[in-house]
C-alpha cells in the first residue's frame, strides 16, 4: 500500500432516512404509508414512523423495508438490532432497491454488525453500482486502490471513479483528482489534479480546500493553466448533470 500526502474525507455513510428523502414507491396505500412515515420521521415522531414503515414493509414495498430497517440500524423508536436491520435491508435489496444493496455492502466491508465478508460487500456495491449508484461505484474504487480484500489495482479504481466522476459525485471526483496528484494508475498531473479536486473544494470541502491548496502552492507557473482546466472540468460535469436531470423528467 502507497502512502498520500494528500488529505481523504470520510465516505462509508449509509443511505437512511432523512428529510430529502425522494419517494419512489409503487401507487397506493404503501405509498401513502411512507410519505406519512417520513413526515413523522423527520418531526421526531419515531413510534408513528415505526407504524407506517411497518405496514409498506408488510406490503414488500422495498422502500418500505429499507426504511424500518434504517430505524432498527439507528435505534430510532426501537431498540437498536443490528439482525433485523440487516435482515430488512435484504429483503429490500432482494426486490432490487439499490441504497439496501448499498448499506449492505458498506455493512459488510466494515463488519458492522456483523462477520466482516467482502465477498457480499461487493457483490452488493456491485449491484447497486449496476443500477446507476454513484456511491456503490464509487466504494468499489476504494477497494480497489486500497486493495481492500482484493489484489490492489488502480487501472480498476479508476475505471470505478470514473463512472461517478461524470456524474460529479463529490467523493469520486476528489479521490479522482488525488490520484493524479500521487501518480497512482496514471502519469503524475498535478495541473489535472488541481482541475478536478478544484470541483470539490468550490462546495466548500475541507479537505479538498486544503490538497487544493498544497497543489497550488507547488505549481508555479502553471498555476492559470491548472484554473483553466478546472473551470473545463465544472463546465463539463454541470453539462453532464444536466442533461441527465432532463432525461429523468416524466
Avoid at 449508484?133 to 486502490?145: E, K, M, W, Y
Avoid at 495541473?191 to 502552492?217: F, M, P, R
Wanted: net charge neutral.
Amino acid at each position: 500500500m502507497h502512502s498520500s500526502l494528500f488529505g481523504r474525507g470520510r465516505t462509508g455513510v449509509l443511505t437512511a432516512v432523512g428529510g430529502a428523502i425522494s419517494m419512489f414507491c409503487w401507487p397506493g396505500l404503501a405509498c401513502a404509508d411512507l410519505k406519512n412515515g417520513i413526515v413523522a420521521y423527520n418531526a421526531g415522531d419515531y413510534a408513528t414512523a415505526k407504524k407506517e414503515f411497518l405496514v409498506a414493509a408488510d406490503a414488500k414495498e422495498p422502500m418500505g423495508l429499507h426504511l424500518l430497517g434504517s430505524l432498527y440500524y439507528q435505534g430510532h423508536g426501537v431498540e437498536k438490532d443490528m439482525k433485523r436491520a440487516v435482515d430488512l435491508f435484504a429483503a429490500a435489496a432482494e426486490l432490487g432497491w439499490r441504497p439496501s444493496q448499498t448499506n449492505l455492502g458498506i455493512i459488510y466491508q466494515a463488519g458492522d454488525g456483523v462477520k466482516r465478508d467482502m465477498v457480499k460487500a461487493m457483490e452488493y456495491y456491485m449491484a447497486a453500482g449496476k443500477q446507476g449508484d454513484l456511491q456503490a461505484t464509487f466504494h468499489l474504487g476504494q477497494i480497489f486502490r486500497r486493495g481492500d480484500g482484493v489484489e490492489q489495482d488502480y487501472a480498476k479504481a479508476l475505471d470505478y471513479y470514473r463512472l461517478a466522476v461524470q456524474q460529479g459525485y463529490l467523493p469520486a471526483v476528489h479521490e479522482y483528482g488525488i490520484m493524479f496528484a500521487n501518480g497512482h494508475g496514471v502519469e503524475k498531473n498535478l495541473v489535472e489534479a488541481y482541475g478536478w479536486i478544484a470541483y470539490v473544494a468550490a462546495t466548500g470541502d475541507k479537505t479538498a480546500k486544503q490538497n487544493l491548496a498544497n497543489i497550488e502552492s507547488t505549481l508555479g507557473d502553471e498555476l492559470e493553466k491548472a484554473q483553466h482546466r478546472a473551470a473545463e472540468i465544472s463546465a463539463e460535469i454541470t453539462r453532464i448533470r444536466k442533461e441527465l436531470a432532463r432525461s429523468e423528467k416524466p
